[in-house]
């Protein structure tokens, strides 16, 4: 989900929850403690110099019960934060306190809910690093031939 989906969501809210992938709720008194530009600089394995940048939001569960942060005053979060960053368009990546350590989501948006999502890591340069493709698997019964032999047809 891009910036831009985040602010048009959050201008129809009244509001704000956020899921996590195993379908609890962060808890609604949370706090969104950050709002930042992340920028990575990297090579991958193929050796190909590579460049993310994302948006990051960091949510905190904390012990405020008697305050809750509403769309319209995490907008102006984004607002303030973006006057400095120039964000653009770019992806958005939200951390959030695992039961150990800080865990990075993705994030989507359904029936009123933002929806932290799993991320994953993957092979960038694949076809440069050695690591075989899966091969692609066919049923011999949907092979069609031209030549073919049936039973009966007389051809052995």
Not at 31 to 55: A, N, P, W
Not at 123 to 147: D, H, W, Y
Request: proline residues 4%.
């Amino acid at each position: 989900m891009t910036l831009t989906d985040v602010k048009k969501h959050l201008n129809k809210l009244e509001t704000i929850s956020f899921t996590l992938p195993d379908g609890s709720l962060v808890p609604n008194h949370f706090h969104v403690t950050e709002v930042g530009k992340i920028s990575k600089h990297f090579i991958d394995c193929g050796g190909v110099l590579r460049q993310e940048k994302k948006v990051n939001f960091q949510l905190w569960n904390a012990n405020d019960y008697d305050h809750r942060l509403h769309p319209e005053k995490l907008l102006k979060i984004i607002e303030l934060s973006d006057e400095v960053f120039n964000f653009g368009d770019l992806e958005i990546e939200v951390e959030f306190q695992g039961e150990h350590t800080i865990q990075k989501f993705g994030l989507e948006f359904s029936n009123n809910s933002f929806h932290l999502t799993t991320l994953k890591t993957d092979c960038l340069a694949l076809e440069n690093c050695g690591i075989p493709q899966p091969k692609q698997k066919v049923k011999l019964s949907a092979i069609k031939t031209e030549n073919s032999c049936a039973p009966g047809s007389g051809c052995c």
